[in-house]
Structures are given as C-alpha cells and as structure tokens.
C-alpha cells in the first residue's frame, strides 16, 4: 500500500494544488510510482497536468458517487512514475450527493485500497474547505501537509484545520499523521517572509519542512503549459525547491517505503491505511449521533491562535 499524502488548507491560493502537482511530479522523477489524485472541483490540478476533458472519461466525481472504480478513471501522464486520477467541474455536486450516504466521510477511504496498491505514494490536492470532500482526504490520507503562503494572516484558520485532524483522529481515521508544514511563496527579499517563516517555527516547531519553496514565476506559468515545474523548466527554483520537498518526505519515509516494497513480495507491512484497518468498524458518527461532519462545523471555536499551541495535536 502506498502512502497516501492529502495536501489541505481551507485557505484559499496558498500553493496546495502547485504543491501536489509538483511534489507528485518530483517524488515521480526519482522513480518512486505516484499517483495524483485530485479532489478539488475547480479541477486545477487536472489541467495543470496537462489533462483536457476530451482525455478524461471518468473522473473522482464518478469513483466517489460509486459509478465507476477508481482504479479505471486512472490516467497515465507523460511522465512514467506518474499517473492521474483527474477531478471534473461536475464534483460541485457530488458533496450534496454524498450527504445521504452511509458513512460519507469513508467514501475515498473505501474507494482506493485496490488502486493504492500499485503506488509508492498517492498525493491528493484538496479542495479551500473542510467540507466532506476534504474530510474524504483526511479519512482516506497516512498523512496531511499543510501548505502555508509566507503572507500576512499565514496562521490564520490554521487552528481550525488542526482542529479538523484532531476530530478526523477521533472519529475517523486515529493513525492520521502531519507531514509536515510547507512555507511556500517564500519572498527572500522579504523580511516579511522571514517574520512569518519564524513564526510558523514557533508555532509548529520541527514539523516544518526544512525545505522552503520560493516564490517563482516558472511554477505559476508551468499549468498554463500543462506541465509541472520539473518538465517545463527543471533548472529554475521552483523545481529546485520541490525537488528538494521530494528527497526530504522520501527520507522521512524510508522505512514506509521499504515496508511498502517488501509488502509488495507477501510479507507483513507496517504503516498499512487506519482507515483500512483499526477503525474498519467504527461508526463515522459521534455519541450523539451526530456525523463527523456536523460536528466539525459546530467545534470549530476556540482553536485559533496561541491558544492551541501544535503540541495539543500530538504533531
Ligand atoms: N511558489 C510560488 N511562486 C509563484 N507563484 C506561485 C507559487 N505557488 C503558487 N503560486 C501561484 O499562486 C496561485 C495559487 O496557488 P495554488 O493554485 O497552488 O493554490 P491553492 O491553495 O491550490 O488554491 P485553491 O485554494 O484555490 O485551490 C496560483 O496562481 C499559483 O500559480
Ligand atoms: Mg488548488
């Protein structure tokens, strides 16, 4: 089983999809298999691949409604190590469709174990919100990074998205880990940027990556060619930087991945998807009988700021 990766941020433009593109493109360069899995209905992440409509014929809309496996809306990329489950516009709808569903928040989480299998890692690019599409990810995910934009209000919110991992591990999915938190848009004239890098240090401490991903023209023009950073122009910074994110995650995860190979010729495997496993048969609803989901969006208070130091979070 692969590691599954959700990149989440509720916030808005703070570099998730730029990060899953090119994170998945890079751990695809050093030959580790990937797959790309996006979740978000503005369907970002699919054209910055390079992906048409014309060459999607089905997407996550149809694996999440149950109308197709995932393991056929699968598409390959130009890159070898690198495939492609895509997102349609139409997923806009696919939020209201799953609300009726039993156990909604398990949905991916039930979707992928077959199609996992064949990837050293899934990276999923999460939609600007916590809503069921996100909690998916989060049930389905090993990990979640955070990306956060080296701006003014950077640790805005973010105690509300801690606040979710901590009831997606109560309810949902208790093995969920953070892999870490990623500066991006980093401005090194900035002293701005450097007061906030500090800041997100203190506050999270070593679960930021050391690796800092700048601000660079090359990964916002790559999309437009439909291609990530390191195939359109793998000498500029912004390829440099993830690259560098790539080789840090793979040194974390040595262990996962030898595990993940060695589990691949019949023997035991650490690390397998909790939500797989240890809470196969828990319920996705709460002591009241209230979804996970309804709770999250009432037990969103009080997590801002200092007062939720990341040491609450078990990090
Ligand atoms: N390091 C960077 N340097 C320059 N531009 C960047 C960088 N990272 C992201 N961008 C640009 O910033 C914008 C927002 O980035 P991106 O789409 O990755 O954010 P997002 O969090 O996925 O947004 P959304 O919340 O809408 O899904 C895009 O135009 C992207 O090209
Ligand atoms: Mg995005």
Not at 111 to 132: H, M, N, W
Request: charged share 20%.
């Amino acid at each position: 089983m692969g590691k599954v990766i959700a990149i989440a941020n509720q916030k808005g433009g703070v570099g998730k999809t730029t990060t899953a593109i090119n994170l998945a493109a890079s751990l695809a360069a050093t030959e580790h298999s990937t797959l790309l899995l996006d979740i978000d209905p503005q369907a970002n992440c699919t054209s910055g691949i390079g992906l048409g409509e014309d060459e999607i014929s089905a997407s996550i809309y149809e694996v999440l409604i149950g109308e197709v496996p995932a393991a056929e809306a699968v598409v390959t990329t130009e890159m070898p190590f690198l495939d492609m489950l895509p997102s349609h516009i139409n997923l806009v709808g696919a939020e209201i469709e799953m609300i009726d569903e039993m156990q909604r928040e398990k949905i991916l989480s039930n979707a992928l174990p077959r199609v996992r299998r064949k990837y050293d890692f899934v990276v999923i690019d999460c939609p600007p919100s916590l809503g069921l599409l996100t909690l998916n990810s989060l049930t389905a995910a090993n990990s979640v990074l955070i990306p956060v934009q080296a701006e003014y209000f950077a640790l805005e919110g973010l105690g509300q998205l801690l606040n979710t991992i901590k009831i997606v591990r109560q309810h949902l999915n208790p093995d969920l880990e953070i892999e870490g938190v990623l500066l991006t848009m980093f401005d090194t004239r900035l002293n701005l940027s450097n007061q906030v890098a500090r800041e997100v240090r203190s506050y999270f401490g070593d679960k930021v990556f050391e690796t800092i991903v700048q601000r660079n023209v090359r990964l916002s023009e790559a999309p437009s060619f439909g291609k990530p950073a390191i195939l359109y122009e793998a000498s500029s910074k912004g390829a440099k930087n993830y690259m560098a994110l790539a080789r840090e995650i793979l040194e974390k995860n040595q262990e996962y991945i030898e595990g993940h190979h060695t589990s691949e010729n019949g023997e035991a495997e650490p690390g397998g998807n909790a939500a797989q496993s240890s809470t196969a048969s828990s319920s996705s609803e709460n002591a009241d009988g209230e979804s996970v989901s309804e709770t999250i969006g009432e037990d969103s208070s009080g997590a801002e700021g200092e007062s939720t130091p990341a040491d609450d979070f078990s990090l």
